[in-house]
């Protein structure tokens, strides 16, 4: 939808693709759809992002608090997963990690690095690269950190260390279903149909959101069916091989799952 809105005012704008691996099919089938794309791709796939910095669980907040904490047990971050710290007195426990203390002392490999390694990087190689600055689509109301990020630097942070424009940033989910009915955007079919209910609210008779296959952040939280249980339904391929253990070549996710008290199937 961005790209759309992009090139009604440059026709010819470049778009820019980044490979991850961890796309549903439809997605990357669809994105050679798209004329004028360059595509990129990350110099790890995920399966040697987590070998060598552990999963993406619960937030990216999380796990980079659990990362660090691993790193430096002493450092500053211990405050945040001690409940009865000045640190948390001070907050009120707004910021407390302490209900993840278990998964902190738990022997599963976690990190915040996934989206720095697969898309990130990439991105920031091609900006180098070519001089160009990017145009994303984030939104405010998809996280705290993007809220956060958003009301320090508003939509066009041209004045950054990585300057980039986030026009979207105000948009809400339900602005985004409506921009694509409206105007008769084509999209992924993965999505299914656009529909509107009787209070009028757009919905998604397929994935309401894609993302990385594999990421586990949020789905702690998720109403049933859930991502992953959804996935052995629609992708049972994908799903075999995430939930294979990792000695047999998989990506281990059901062991995972299932200490975070998560349904898979």
Not at 13 to 19: E, K, S, T
Not at 103 to 122: A, E, F, G, T, Y
Not at 131 to 137: C, S
């Amino acid at each position: 939808m961005l790209l759309d809105l992009a090139r009604r005012v440059c026709p010819d704008m470049l778009a820019v693709f980044v490979d991850t691996g961890l796309e549903y099919p439809e997605i990357r089938q669809f994105v050679k759809t798209v004329p004028n794309v360059t595509w990129l791709k990350p110099e790890m796939n995920f399966r040697k992002v987590i070998e060598t910095y552990g999963y993406p669980l619960v937030s990216k907040e999380v796990s980079q608090k659990i990362y660090e904490y691993r790193q430096k047990p002493d450092g500053y971050t211990a405050a945040r997963f001690d409940e009865n710290s000045e640190y948390n007195k001070k907050y009120n426990g707004r910021f407390s990690m302490a209900k993840w203390k278990w998964l902190r002392d738990s022997n599963i490999p976690i990190s915040h690095k996934c989206c720095q390694v697969m898309k990130k990087n990439p991105a920031k190689h091609f900006e180098k690269a070519s001089g160009l600055h990017p145009i994303v689509a984030t939104m405010a109301s998809e996280s705290l950190l993007r809220k956060s990020e958003w009301l320090k630097t508003g939509c066009n942070a041209f004045d950054a260390k990585r300057p980039m424009s986030k026009p979207m940033s105000f948009w809400t989910e339900q602005d985004v279903l409506q921009y694509i009915d409206r105007f008769g955007l084509a999209y992924a079919p993965v999505y299914g149909d656009i529909v509107k209910d009787e209070s009028g609210k757009y919905h998604t008779t397929g994935c309401d959101r894609t993302g990385c296959v594999f990421c586990m952040y949020g789905c702690h939280v998720e109403q049933e069916p859930n991502r992953f249980q959804k996935l052995k339904q629609t992708h049972p391929q994908l799903w075999r091989y995430c939930m294979k253990p990792w000695s047999e070549g998989g990506l281990g996710l059901q062991n995972v799952l299932e200490r975070m008290g998560v349904k898979y199937e």
